[in-house]
């Protein structure tokens, strides 16, 4: 195997994309230690691996001091509520993951002599003036609205990453994570393609915030997997945006899932909350060209597959 006895830790590694990450990691050789209070993640997104003796889990808040005596030679910092339902609940432990956890994941890299990677997101970019978003965008931010605890955080999280890898010399990468969707994903999750799919397969009112005229980019957790792998194995230290440039209205998401469904459903309107980005749509030359890696699934086939996950949940 290509990562023969390298371990890599993954904080939030039982949520949706860091379950995923476990899988790809340890498919690749590597030993992996999964970390996570649990807070929005879950052990049932990681009892497949129950057996593996490559895995190992540890409870942990890595807003607190981590204390780890393996050998360590990659840390994935995706600890971090990230989706508005989360962090709007969750705000000041959003605050601190992005914070204290970061500089936690950091320290302990830097002891180790580890590589490290953090996952950033969309929201650093905030409610944009420039469309498509590319990483040169400083992003328009409203840092004391509702979403300013999780925007904040990672443009936090950005910046100290950024000054670990010019002040101690540590091997830093940030992913820019755009819409993602696919298993794992939690019912209740409170993002546009779990919200719908939970709806419509129970026949429920479909809410739609705002007009439904907003915009966003989905892209399939595979293919998102893939990008967060090859930049780990990269040596691009400045961040990368990673998502699928096809931009759909949310309106027309809400129809395709209750086509696709069959539903009965109905769609209902609610105000749109507060600093709700208008658009968004990744500009991915630069993991084109760095990374030649593009998206591959398609929607409907992601929705196909998405929306089996949630049917089988629900028996």
């Known amino acids: 195997m290509e990562a023969a006895n390298k371990t890599a830790l993954m904080t939030g590694g039982a949520g949706f994309l860091g379950s995923h990450l476990c899988d790809r990691f340890l498919k690749q050789g590597y030993r992996v230690i999964c970390m996570d ?49 989360d962090y ?11 914070s204290l956890g970061t500089h ?4 302990l890299a830097k002891e180790k002599k580890a590589k490290f990677l953090l996952a950033s997101t969309s929201e650093i970019y905030g409610d944009p003036e420039i469309h498509p978003q590319p990483e040169a965008y400083y992003g328009r931010v409203n840092c004391i609205g509702p979403r300013g605890v999780y925007d904040e955080a990672k443009r ?21 994570i755009f819409n993602t969707y696919g298993s794992r994903m939690r019912k209740k999750d409170g993002r546009a393609i779990p919200n719908f799919i939970s709806q419509a397969l129970k026949n429920e009112p479909i809410t739609v915030y705002g007009k439904g005229t907003q915009t966003r980019s989905f892209c399939f957790v595979s293919d998102l997997i893939e990008g967060i792998y090859l930049l780990s194995q990269s040596d691009i230290h400045d961040p990368v945006n990673l998502g699928n440039p096809v931009e759909l209205r949310i309106i027309d998401l809400a129809k395709r899932i209750i086509r696709f469904t069959k539903s009965k459903s109905k769609i209902v309107y609610r105000e ?27 929607l409907e086939k992601g929705l196909e597959e998405t929306i089996k996950w949630f049917a089988e949940l629900a028996l």
Do not use: C
């Open 104 to 107: 936690n994941a950091l320290g």
């Open 156 to 176: 936090f999280a950005e910046a100290i990453t950024m000054a670990y890898h010019k002040t101690h010399d540590l091997d830093t990468r940030i992913v820019r």
């Open 88 to 98: 709007l609940n969750y705000p000041i432990q959003t605050l601190k993951v992005g």
């Open 37 to 85: 209070n649990l807070i929005t993640g879950s052990l049932s997104n990681i009892s497949h691996l129950d057996k593996n003796p490559g895995f190992k889990f540890i409870k942990h808040d890595v807003s607190k001091y981590i204390d780890i005596d393996d050998k360590i030679d990659m840390v994935l910092h995706f600890a971090s509520p990230a989706s508005p339902i």
């Open 272 to 298: 749109l909350p507060k600093d709700d980005p208008k658009v968004r749509q990744p500009d991915i030359k630069r993991a084109r060209k760095l990374l030649n890696w593009k998206p591959k699934v398609k």
